[in-house]
């Protein structure tokens, strides 16, 4: 497992601006991943961004170093992308070998180390990100395995604990202080943006107050129109935004764009107002805080309410952290057995040729003939149940020790049939 490797960056580690600093660009990925692959002599890779984290799950089995790693996948970010792409200082980057590596991915993968505990959206984007890999042809056997388990892990601490119940997402974070301005001021809603998250904030909206009026602005009339339907809200382009006036007692800011979409002379026209920005990077200038009537909710004043969610759950943590550690041993077995294939080959192999020898010398010496297939068989059978039992003990020497024994095992045998 020691050629499993993390790397990149994260929401506990750095600030969400160098989480999405630390992103390929869309139109870049599938040639910069290859590329990226042989930068870091990985045979292979998975790469998942999330609006929290910017991580590389590599396959190394090269003599880098992990600190060396960090420094060559900095390198190839900066140079892959001009530069538009680039991993913060190494005490804010992520880099994990071994098991730790399956620790954290099966946390990711069931939503333990989200900012929203429980949230429902990380599994579903683990898996993208697996079968993107994998249709790329990165993700070969041994990532395979590891995220396997990982899927596993994450639907059994969701059927069997209640970490998924009630607040589940970024959005449902903000849901409280989203009810109290509702309940204070009647004027419609406006949400920016028409994708995935600003869809849940829409029927967030919607289900504390089923009359309200919801407007959706965005770039994409297409988009914005389809969302604006199935909200039953109308919409607008996203220009008139920025030509609006305090007309709206929440603005919804879910937009991915690498500058800020609403700034502080657009804000100040808005204001009454509460902002929640769930952009990454922010959607709204920091300035914006400043502002009279403005209250702004971001990405990083829902920490706190994170941690609170936290703190409420821990004992369902502490049973899915448990379900963690129980799929930790499958994994480290599963990966044993992978590892053991071949040396178990190798022994029967050894075990066939000696129990075939005997058994031809044993009849040639005036105790007649056997048919060959006979001979062939009657080794087999043989070599199957001489394996048995080295083969038994060899699971605890490779578990309790290391796979380096079993090298060592094999050399011996081997060459003693060379």
């Known amino acids: 497992m020691n050629t499993l490797f993390a790397l990149g960056t994260n929401h506990r580690l750095a600030t969400p601006e160098e989480v999405a600093q630390a992103r390929i660009p869309e139109h870049l990925l599938p040639d910069a991943l290859h590329a990226i692959a042989q930068r870091l ?72 180390d989200s900012l929203m505990l429980g949230e429902s959206q990380i599994l579903g984007q683990v898996k993208e990100a ?27 601490v969701r059927t069997e604990t209640r970490l998924s119940q009630g607040a589940t997402s970024l959005v449902s974070l903000a849901r409280n202080i989203i009810r109290e301005r509702l309940s204070q ?8 943006g028409a994708g995935e998250m600003a869809a849940a904030a829409g029927s967030l909206v919607r289900k504390l107050d089923g ?57 100040a026209r808005l204001a009454p107002a509460l902002i929640v920005d769930l952009g990454l990077p922010a959607n709204a200038a920091p300035e914006c805080a400043a502002l ?78 056997l048919p060959q297939e006979f001979l062939d068989e009657l080794a087999e059978r043989l070599a199957q149940r001489l394996v048995r039992t080295p083969m038994k003990g060899l699971r605890e020497v490779a578990f309790t020790h290391s796979l380096q024994a079993l090298d060592t095992f094999l050399s011996a045998v081997s060459g003693e049939h060379a």
């Open 185 to 192: 001021d009647s004027r419609p809603v406006a949400i920016v």
């Open 292 to 369: 009279p009537g403005i209250t702004l909710v971001n990405q990083t004043t829902l920490h706190a309410e994170s941690e609170a969610n936290r703190q409420a759950r821990a004992a369902e943590v502490a049973r899915a952290e448990a379900i963690i550690r129980e799929q930790l041993e499958e994994l480290g077995q599963e990966l044993l057995e992978h590892n053991l294939a071949p040396v178990a080959k190798a022994l029967r192999q050894a075990f066939y040729q000696s129990a075939r020898w005997e058994l031809q010398q044993a009849f040639s010496n005036g105790h007649g003939t």
């Open 211 to 267: 009359t309200r009026d919801i407007v959706i602005f965005n770039r994409s009339r297409e988009r914005g129109q389809a969302l604006a339907q199935q909200l039953g809200a109308s919409f607008q382009p996203l220009s008139n935004l920025f030509e609006a006036s305090n007309g709206f007692s929440v603005v919804v800011l879910a937009v991915a764009s690498e500058e800020p979409v609403l700034s502080q002379a657009v804000a």
């Open 41 to 112: 002599n990985a045979s292979e890779l998975v790469y998942l961004a999330t609006c929290h984290r910017t991580e590389f799950y590599v396959v190394h089995e090269g003599d880098l170093c992990p600190g060396r790693l960090t420094q060559a996948l900095r390198q190839a970010l900066a140079e892959l992308t001009g530069g538009v792409a680039s991993l913060p200082e190494s005490s804010r980057c992520l880099l994990l070998q071994g098991a730790s590596v399956a620790q954290h991915l099966f946390r990711v993968s069931a939503a333990l």
């Open 130 to 156: 697996f079968r993107q890999s994998a249709q790329a042809g990165l993700a070969k056997a041994k990532l395979h395995t590891l995220f396997g388990q990982a899927f596993r892990a994450a639907k059994r």
